[in-house]
């Protein structure tokens, strides 16, 4: 299968790569899909009928409505997000520096509450509508109005928030094509939209790819959305299985029918990209020649990358505070903080903890793509397509069982009670935002350490550097850009997460996330706000700060033509 | 190195002191935690509480087994409270002074569960377009004449699932789902949203019906929000079923585990949670009822007058639960 990069890496591969704690790695990868892999074996059980229930009623809706939803997020992501990216990377139109990190912002705003939020100002009781009918003295029914709680509203407000994954990454691999590529194309008589079609896309398409399916995979493990909108999708379905038809064995087949999908998602892409690899084109560099837009070219630029942001971000923004200062005075100011700095915790141990491990072994996998390290990869990345609750009890699982065989071997033999170690901790907490978020880090590492050339390990190893030594002083100086991005993803997801952290808490511990949650669960969107808004604004920094690397990402930024 | 810092982290926060009472709680930290604090205050004994859905705290509890920390267990629907008897996970408590207080349809006949607050599932109808005179019983629901008038959420809810139940055990599955299915003809959207939504939409003129428990539209009416205070007064409550067995009731209520350490101060905090002081509290915090006949309720539920509550054993709500949500599969209730 894999039979590319061939030659010098090949010796590098046999000599050296035992000296990398590969077995670590590989027991902590195993460790890691434990939740996915009690998942995976469920198939084998006999759920008793259920599945005939499901059959006859109601699972030609769940296949349907979350396939409509992989296609229409699929679809709107492509084009918010792959459209803009070209746009402010390779010309210039008034704002477009701006728009540069504003396009980012929606990805700090969590997809259940940008639901809330929008469901809020244009549902039947809603202001808009309440105003269309105190002004044109109008029945309900007498005016249209889209519904914003249908499988099409789900399909926007999920665009909305998801397209930063495939703009980001196609940014920035725009950013570190060479011109050189672009201008032979140019010479060979494509127009700048062929060398964007023809060229540009093609060369960015594993970003793309690897953009998308971080997308498809949060789409179909969305909660939040589909059941505030009573769409009854996949993930709705399983609670549904699990809860209400009491079934955790056939809740935990569909949780499987939905992962053994992505498995295959995957592989067809794979296989369909075949042998081409994707690696830096060109070691030249210039700056990249931004063209002056002009006319009514400039001003479609600047609606079509304006939109997104106005939508995704500006307007549930300014939605929520004025929410927030409405209610100001009813919230729990004293725990404020304690809030605040729980939710930061979390996030920047699990992005710390998410980026070393992807790190290692993506770079494990680099050195010896066998089909154990490739494997395991793959089982690891499915992670992020199960919704947080199905991994919280994958994770629920083997802890509680690790603490009540540990707690009774103890009683047996030294007559001491050692209870719940990991169960009920944050240790738990983190290894399950790490089974559902290290796919991150490992798509954006994986995407970043493809694209340095085989040869360059090579000359790392006739420099006489070690696996260790290369990683350090090659190919992490060279990859900065995606180690920063795979960090603030995983660091920003961690943010928003809310029904892992729900499940496996400790006492007394509490989130934004949660505390949001809570409120709003309790059908009270306008003091659900402040908090909300807090869980974005601790977004927006490390968002930003995302989009500055990435515009300093390209090689020889500097460099002068 | 990280590892370390979260392991010293979870010695930090994980390991309650032995003589606290430790809390699941599926009622949300603002309307449980004050209350609790007043425990704290009178008794001495410290309470650490963690919140979430009440299916996952259970699925928690039963995976933590003996060794679970927790004490009690808080719910917010009966049909819970027995998920969690029959999943192995409570123990049973002989209080008189509970058993006293508390009425029989509202406990456990084993006493593994306890009902602390009522709220009952009734219809709230338009003002302007529909005459009370014409609402009568639930069973009248699935009748022709509220063809597209009908708003409810969706029947992954548990309310729903308890009503349908209550009904399967009176009525029988066929005679349910038949009704189930005359319903989901009259309902004017696809279920969708909260029972505050669906008030709205009343409210807006999209249905002249809605399906609601009592405390949302309570909330309502005392909302900071006055788009859902001006709804909420074009809006009124119906109680149904007054001339057969009453409006369908429902409870939260808390449960001993039986993984407890702490049984007394569990036991101690539930009698607590059942005295007069914290029922005045509990139920007004959300607007519910208390369940002792001898606390009265809040200003606005007084108002909208007596009513006959039905006083089916809620345990059967419980034991019906699973067919009626295959009836509701069956019958396409969202």
């Given amino acids: ?561 | 190195m990280v590892r370390k810092l979260s392991l010293v982290l979870l010695a930090a926060c994980s390991m309650p002191a032995l003589a606290d009472v430790n809390i699941y709680s599926a009622r949300q930290e603002n309307l449980i935690k004050p209350i609790l604090d007043t425990f704290t205050e009178r008794t001495g004994v410290k309470v650490n509480l963690v919140t979430g859905a009440a299916d996952e705290l259970i699925q928690r509890l039963t995976l933590e087994g003996a060794n679970s920390p927790a004490d009690l267990l808080i719910a917010e629907d009966v049909g819970r409270l027995y998920r969690a008897k029959q999943a192995g996970v409570l123990q049973a408590v002989k209080s008189s002074t509970i058993n006293d207080i508390i009425p029989a349809q509202y406990r456990d006949s084993e006493g593994f569960w306890f009902g602390l607050s009522l709220r009952s599932r009734v219809i709230i109808y338009d003002k302007a377009r529909v005459n009370p005179a014409d609402l009568s019983t639930y069973a009248d629901l699935a009748d022709p004449k509220w063809d597209n008038k009908i708003c409810v959420r969706s029947s992954s809810n548990i309310y729903n699932q308890s009503l349908v139940a209550s009904m399967v055990s009176r009525n029988g599955v066929a005679a349910t789902e038949a009704w189930v299915t005359g319903l989901v003809a009259n309902f004017a959207r696809n279920p969708q949203g909260g029972d505050r939504e669906q008030i709205s939409a009343v409210a807006a003129g999209q249905c002249e019906l809605a399906i609601s428990n009592t405390y949302y539209y309570g909330g309502m009416l005392n909302s900071t929000n006055a788009a859902e205070r001006t709804a909420a007064q074009a809006v009124a409550v119906f109680f149904p079923d007054q001339n057969g067995n009453g409006a369908h009731m429902n409870v939260s209520g808390a449960a001993v585990t039986r993984a407890a350490r702490n049984v007394d101060e569990a036991v101690q905090l539930l009698e607590f949670l059942a005295g007069e002081e914290a029922q005045a509290w509990y139920a007004e915090v959300n607007n519910e009822f208390p369940v002792r006949s001898d606390v009265a309720a809040s200003e606005v539920l007084q108002s909208w007058g007596t009513f006959k509550a039905d006083n089916i054993a809620l345990e059967q709500l419980g034991i019906h639960n699973a067919e009626a949500v295959r009836l509701m599969d069956r019958a396409g209730w969202q």
């Fill in chain 1, 1 to 561: 299968m894999d039979k590319a990069p061939e030659g010098a890496l090949s010796s590098l591969k046999t000599g050296f790569s035992n000296r990398l704690p590969t077995l670590g790695i590989l027991l902590l990868c195993l460790l890691l899909s434990v939740p996915v892999l009690t998942i995976l074996a469920s198939v084998t059980n006999s759920s008793d009928g259920v599945w005939q229930h499901l059959y006859d009623t109601v699972l030609g809706d769940y296949v349907t409505h979350s396939l409509t939803l992989l296609v229409g997020v699929g679809l709107m992501v492509l084009v918010l997000g792959i459209g803009p990216a070209w746009l402010v990377t390779m010309t210039r139109f008034p704002g477009s520096r701006i728009l540069e990190w504003a396009l980012v912002l929606p990805l700090a705003m969590p997809a259940y509450i940008i639901a809330y939020t929008y469901t809020g100002m244009l549902d039947v009781g809603g202001p808009l509508q309440l105003w269309i009918r105190e002004t044109f003295e109008l029945r309900f029914g007498e005016y249209w109005f889209p519904q914003i709680r249908s499988l099409n509203g789900a399909v926007v407000m999920l665009s909305l928030v998801l397209y930063p994954y495939v703009y980001l990454l196609s940014r920035m691999a725009f950013i570190e094509q060479s011109v050189c590529v672009l201008e032979v194309s140019r010479t060979l008589g494509a127009t700048p939209f062929q060398a964007f079609t023809r060229v540009a896309i093609p060369l960015a398409r594993p970003a793309i790819i690897a953009g998308l399916s971080l997308v498809l995979m949060e789409t179909l493990a969305d909660y939040g959305t589909v059941q505030y909108f009573g769409i009854s999708a996949f993930t709705t379905g399983i609670f549904r299985t699990w809860f209400g038809l009491g079934s955790i064995t056939a809740a935990a087949q569909l949780a499987a029918v939905l992962m053994i999908f992505i498995l295959f998602l995957i592989l067809a892409e794979h296989w369909s990209r075949q042998k081409a690899r994707y690696h830096h084109t060109s070691n030249k560099y210039t700056r990249l020649p931004q063209i002056e837009l002009t006319g009514w070219k400039r001003a479609g630029a600047m609606t079509y990358c304006i939109l997104p942001v106005l939508l995704g971000f500006v307007i549930p923004f300014v939605q929520l505070s004025m929410w927030a200062v409405d209610t100001w005075h009813l919230i729990d100011k004293e725990s404020f903080l304690t809030l605040f700095f729980n939710s930061l915790e979390l996030a920047s141990i699990t992005a710390v903890i998410a980026l070393l491990l992807g790190l290692f072994i993506t770079y494990s996998k680099r050195l010896r793509p066998t089909l154990a390290t490739r494997g395991m990869v793959r089982i690891l990345g499915l992670g992020y397509a199960i919704p947080g609750t199905v991994i919280a009890v994958g994770v629920l699982i083997p802890f509680a069982w690790f603490d009540n065989t540990v707690d009774a071997w103890m009683r047996e033999h030294f007559d001491i009670a050692t209870g719940l170690l990991l169960s009920g901790t944050l240790v738990a907490v983190v290894f399950a935002y790490l089974v559902r978020f290290l796919p991150v880090s490992l798509n954006t590492l994986d995407a970043g350490l493809g694209k340095i050339k085989p040869t360059m390990d090579d000359v790392g190893r006739s420099m006489g550097l070690k696996p260790l030594q290369i990683l350090r002083r090659v190919h992490v100086p060279i990859m900065r850009g995606s180690l920063l991005t795979a960090s603030l993803l995983v660091f920003v997801d961690v943010l928003k997460e809310l029904p892992a952290t729900l499940i496996l808490r400790p006492f007394n511990f509490n989130t934004l996330a949660i505390r949001t949650y809570e409120l709003a669960n309790q059908e009270r969107l306008a003091e659900a706000s402040s908090t909300a808004l807090m869980i974005v604004l601790a977004g927006i920094i490390p968002v930003i700060i995302l989009s500055q690397t990435i515009s300093r990402s390209r090689p020889g930024h500097d460099a002068r033509t």
